[in-house]
């Protein structure tokens, strides 16, 4: 180790290199398993090369020697971008969940980016897509996007955004505001600093169907369960799914063209006669400055018109249905009503294939099988038939096939089906 050392810094004249030599000093302290000769040769480690030299806490076999918060302290003295790899090995290969690990990393890359990224105002058209530039800058962007977007559990998403104010991350922003369900703030920054209108647009369309899946996907998830104590929470979900029609962010968006300092009325004229199926006419109306002449809307007004149209007959159209099977429910419901099973001393029970008797209490299924009460419910649901376990529920009886409609028009007391 003496003579590495010494050849790292530089008093002997070998071919080895400064970075090979950390490498293999790494090495020899990893196997050493010595916590006093590692903490020895520490500082000249990280004296001839901080960056390589991290390296050593972000090995599996140093953690029984050198704890977590022992590195920490070590490091806090050396620069972000050596922290930033022993936080990423804390992440990524140990899969900590710890937040304030998760808000130091972010906030590193963060400096990191505002270090590296030019200031000022970049047109749209020169502007690369961040994450997408050349070198560092790229590198920390694309890391940071990625840890906003998919990990907003394990950070302060507060902390962060308010990091990020005053700052030219507004990709970032936008990222963080959407995850805070800000999305007015982030189509602000699109329409005004950014000035990406194509983002802004598929903002609107993105989000949207995001939440209609994730609710889809919680009515589906209490469905399965069907349990009465999720029937409200069910009904809310499902009120919410018929509210979503229309897409509101578009009202956002318009909202932000029309009436946000400076305006931008081309662009909202734009969405309004792209996209006027998805716009609810009423509150697009309220939104939509006096001075916008009547022509600028044509297309979004006929275009309300036709949809008006088409769902009024859908609304017919599903009305019809609905009395169609109103009739038929009704129909069925009468002939329900209308069955009979006679029990006569000749009567077995299906499953103790003893008589019923005058006096017991006994059960009848929809397909007419008869068992004791106490034979039926001994083991199977109520809805599962006692001897060959048909679910009546997945497998229901079809009850019209039992009798005529002359059975139900005329009825015969001691008739049995």
């Not at 890359?109 to 058209?125: E, M, N, R, S, V």
């Not at 329900?336 to 499953?351: A, E």
């Amino acid at each position: 180790m003496e003579t590495l050392c010494q050849v790292g810094y530089g008093k002997l004249e070998e071919s080895s290199n400064a970075l090979v030599v950390v490498d293999e000093m790494v090495e020899l302290l990893v196997e050493s398993k010595d916590r006093e000769l590692i903490f020895k040769y520490l500082d000249s480690l990280f004296e001839i090369n901080e960056t390589k030299a991290v390296n050593l806490f972000c090995n599996p076999g140093i953690s029984e020697f050198i704890s977590i918060d022992e590195t920490l302290a070590y490091l806090t003295i050396y620069p972000s971008d050596v922290k930033i790899t022993f936080y990423e090995y804390l992440i990524e290969d140990l899969k900590s969940t710890n937040v304030d690990i998760h808000n130091q990393l972010v906030l590193f890359y963060i400096d990191a980016c505002t270090k590296l990224k030019p200031q000022g105002y970049i047109p749209h058209g020169v502007r690369v897509e961040a994450g997408k530039e050349l070198g560092l800058l790229g590198s920390f962007r694309t890391r940071l996007l990625t840890m906003l977007s998919k990990k907003p559990s394990y950070y302060s998403k507060h902390k962060i955004s308010n990091r990020l104010k005053g700052t030219s991350l507004f990709e970032e922003m936008v990222v963080i505001f959407r995850v805070m369900d800000q999305h007015e703030k982030s189509l602000s920054l699109l329409l005004f600093e950014l000035r990406d209108y194509s983002w802004a647009e598929r903002y609107c369309e993105e989000v949207y169907n995001e939440r209609k899946r994730q609710l889809l996907d919680e009515r589906h998830a209490l469905e399965v369960k069907n349990s009465t104590q999720n029937v409200g929470k069910l009904q809310r979900i499902q009120h919410e799914i018929d509210q979503m029609t229309y897409n509101h962010f578009w009202l956002d968006l318009l909202r932000l063209c029309f009436h946000r300092t400076p305006t931008n009325e081309p662009f909202g004229i734009d969405i309004l006669n792209r996209h006027a199926a998805e716009i609810h006419p009423i509150d697009a109306l309220t939104i939509i400055p006096d001075h916008l002449n009547l022509k600028d809307m044509n297309h979004f007004l006929n275009r309300q018109l036709r949809h008006a149209y088409d769902r009024l007959q859908q609304v017919q159209y599903s009305n019809s249905l609905n009395n169609l099977k109103l009739i038929r429910v009704s129909s069925e419901k009468a002939c329900s009503i209308s069955r009979r099973r006679t029990i006569t001393d000749s009567t077995l029970c299906g499953v103790c294939n003893m008589p019923i008797g005058s006096s017991a209490v006994f059960v009848v299924f929809p397909d007419q099988s008869v068992f004791h009460a106490k034979c039926a419910n001994k083991e199977s649901p109520h809805h599962i038939h006692p001897t060959h376990h048909r679910d009546f529920r997945l497998v229901p009886e079809n009850i019209a096939k039992q009798f005529s409609i002359k059975d139900v028009l005329e009825p015969k007391i001691n008739q049995n089906l």
